[in-house]
Every structure is written in C-alpha cells, then in structure tokens.
C-alpha cells in the first residue's frame, strides 16, 4: 500500500505534464507525430510489428518469473508467470497468424530469412503451447514439484530462445533486408 502511495502521486504528475503542452496549438509541423497513436493505426502497413513486441516481452518474464520460481515455489509467482506467458501466447499467434503481413517481390535472401523467422516464430507457438501445457500439468498434478518445475523451466527456456530468434530474423528482414517499412515489400489488401 505504501508503495500505491508513492506511485500514484508520480503517474498524476507525469501524466499532467505529458498531457498539458498541446503541440497543435503552437502550429508545430510535427504536431501529427504528437497526436494519439490509435487515431491512426491506419497508417501502418502491418499490425505486426505493434503487437510483436508483446510476445518477446511476455514470454520471456514470464519464462525468467517461472525460473526463479523454481527456487522460491510462490503460488503468486507461479500464476503471475502463466498467466503472462498465457497472454504470450496468445499475442503470438495473432502475431503469427491473421495480423502476419503476406510478402511480395523479395529477393532469394529476403526470402531466405523470412522462412527461418517463420521458422522460429512457429517453433515459438510450439514450444510455448507445450511449456503452456506442462506449467498447468505441474500444477496440478506434481503441486509444484522443484523437479518437474526444473523441467518445465528448460522448456520455458527453449520457447525463450526460439522467440528471440524469430525477432533477430524479423529485425535482419527489416532493418537490412528492407521489408516492411513504409510498406515495401507487403501485400497490401483493402479491409
């Protein structure tokens, strides 16, 4: 409670002070940039790279709180780093499915990269479904288990490395292969 009342004050404050200039007043060239970002979710090309970033982050806390839940068997803990990883998973397959941007004109190596980002961003959805699976498992039938907890913690591990692969091979796409940016490289389909 003490720290509510410390934070809450803090957040008051900043968000005064983010919210008090107001850019279109004083004519600013850039004062679009300072407008609201879900007015115009329109402008990006792909959804994808907006909610990736929820899927890197969520899955690997929730993999690191598992892991050091592993010492310490806290109930809160063990539910605070499934249901992240849950919401992980859940923002992976939107990542990897229906707000996945379809491809067009890439050259042999953007292609290339583009299969192994694939690649690891399914073994990512995989992987993770398993460790998903034997988190609840261990739960339920093992009541926490240092052992099984161990267990599931390399699985967790795993899902880790694969999402931080598929977003080393998403970055190689966009930052050295060009695919995405302002649209280059996607199809491009009217909702």
């Given at each position: 409670m003490k720290v509510l009342k410390f934070i809450l004050p803090l957040f008051i404050v900043f968000t005064g002070v983010a919210f008090a200039h107001d850019p279109?007043?004083?004519?600013?060239?850039?004062?679009?940039?300072f407008d609201f970002p879900w007015r115009d979710l329109d402008a990006f090309p792909s959804s994808h790279p907006l909610i990736?970033?929820?899927?890197?982050?969520?899955?690997?806390?929730?993999?690191?709180?598992?892991?050091?839940?592993?010492?310490?068997?806290?109930?809160?803990?063990?539910?605070?780093?499934?249901?992240?990883?849950?919401?992980?998973?859940?923002?992976?397959?939107?990542?990897s499915y229906p707000l996945h941007p379809h491809t067009a004109g890439l050259t042999e190596a953007a292609q290339e990269i583009m299969y192994l980002h694939d690649f690891w961003a399914y073994n990512t959805l995989t992987i993770?479904?398993?460790?998903?699976?034997?988190?609840?498992?261990?739960?339920?039938?093992?009541?926490?288990?240092?052992?099984?907890m161990t267990a599931v913690a390399l699985v967790l591990l795993l899902t880790s490395y694969a999402v931080s692969m598929a977003g080393h091979y998403g970055a190689h796409l966009v930052h050295i292969e060009g695919v995405g940016p302002k649209g280059e490289f996607l199809e491009m389909h009217e909702h």
């Open positions: 279109v007043e004083h004519n600013s060239p850039k004062a679009s940039y990736v970033h929820f899927v890197i982050v969520l899955l690997i806390v929730g993999a690191i709180l598992y892991g050091v839940n592993v010492y310490f068997r806290k109930p809160s803990l063990y539910w605070t780093a499934l249901i992240l990883y849950i919401l992980g998973l859940g923002a992976a397959y939107l990542a993770g479904t398993i460790g998903a699976v034997l988190m609840m498992g261990n739960l339920i039938l093992f009541k926490r288990n240092r052992i099984a």
